[in-house]
């Protein structure tokens, strides 16, 4: 029996309720009428976590199609104008959580420090953590991918060290390098296959994971024409779909390319 796949769509600062509605009104439709294995995941904008989260749940289809956060704080609770705590998305039965996005790093200048603090929330609530990954056109050209990867990790983990053993199956690695994400340019099967068995084999060390219980899937640029060939790359687990989430006939297609 072939393993399932995560299917991710990062919904971003996108939408509206009449949008988002129609959406996953036609994911939850889709999912039942083409029966499709996979796990579906969906991070939509947090204010419109409770309407999707209600739908979710009337439509019985929890067991396939999962809810997460893009974001969360730092910190458990307290005067963080804002934020919205791990606590916070409990109410929401929020499965998973999104950490380290490189546009989070990148844009609002979030550092290796605050991506560990988020980390550490999210293993420490038992939620299945996405935890990106990626180099710059800059560092690409460079060659200093696996250097640039090797140091996010390493630090990613450094204030949950305890938490990685008890938490192998809620760890998933995301590889987004920055410089495909939103380009319409995905990197090379050869640079995915590469830098995902270079993951591997890093996971393995830090948490001696030879069973393979921790999740390693790509995203950047994914769209239904590559994801076939992307998701039948060794050590890929799944993809995590930003724009073409949007279009119900993509990532319909997307869902179904494996």
């Not at 067991?63 to 804002?82: H, M, R």
């Not at 296959?193 to 921790?214: E, L, P, Q």
Request: glycine letters at 6%.
């Amino acid at each position: 029996m072939k393993s399932k796949k995560l299917i991710a769509a990062n919904w971003k600062q996108n939408g509206n309720y009449k949008l988002l509605s129609k959406l996953v009104d036609g994911i939850i439709k889709k999912q039942k009428l083409l029966k499709i294995s996979n796990d579906i995941l969906l991070l939509p904008p947090s204010p419109y976590l409770e309407f999707i989260y209600e739908k979710l749940k009337k439509s019985k289809s929890n067991k396939i199609i999962s809810l997460g956060v893009q974001n969360i704080s730092p910190y458990e609770e307290g005067a963080y104008t804002g934020e919205i705590s791990i606590n916070m998305i409990n109410d929401f039965k929020c499965t998973y959580t999104l950490v380290g996005h490189s546009e989070r790093r990148h844009i609002f200048k979030e550092d290796n420090q605050i991506i560990a603090m988020k980390v550490y929330q999210s293993l420490k609530a038992r939620k299945k953590t996405i935890i990106c990954v990626g180099e710059t056109l800059k560092e690409y050209n460079k060659k200093l991918t696996k250097q640039v990867i090797q140091q996010q990790i390493k630090t990613a983990f450094s204030k949950s060290l305890n938490l990685i053993t008890p938490n192998k199956k809620n760890i998933i690695i995301a590889y987004e390098p920055v410089w495909a994400i939103g380009s319409g340019k995905s990197a090379s099967i050869n640079d995915i296959t590469n830098v995902h068995d270079f993951i591997r084999t890093k996971m393995n060390k830090i948490a001696n994971d030879k069973s393979k219980s921790i999740k390693i899937i790509y995203g950047g640029s994914v769209n239904p024409k590559n994801t076939n060939s992307i998701l039948k790359t060794p050590n890929v687990d799944g993809v995590l779909v930003g724009g073409a989430s949007l279009n119900l006939k993509k990532f319909i297609d997307i869902c179904c390319a494996i």
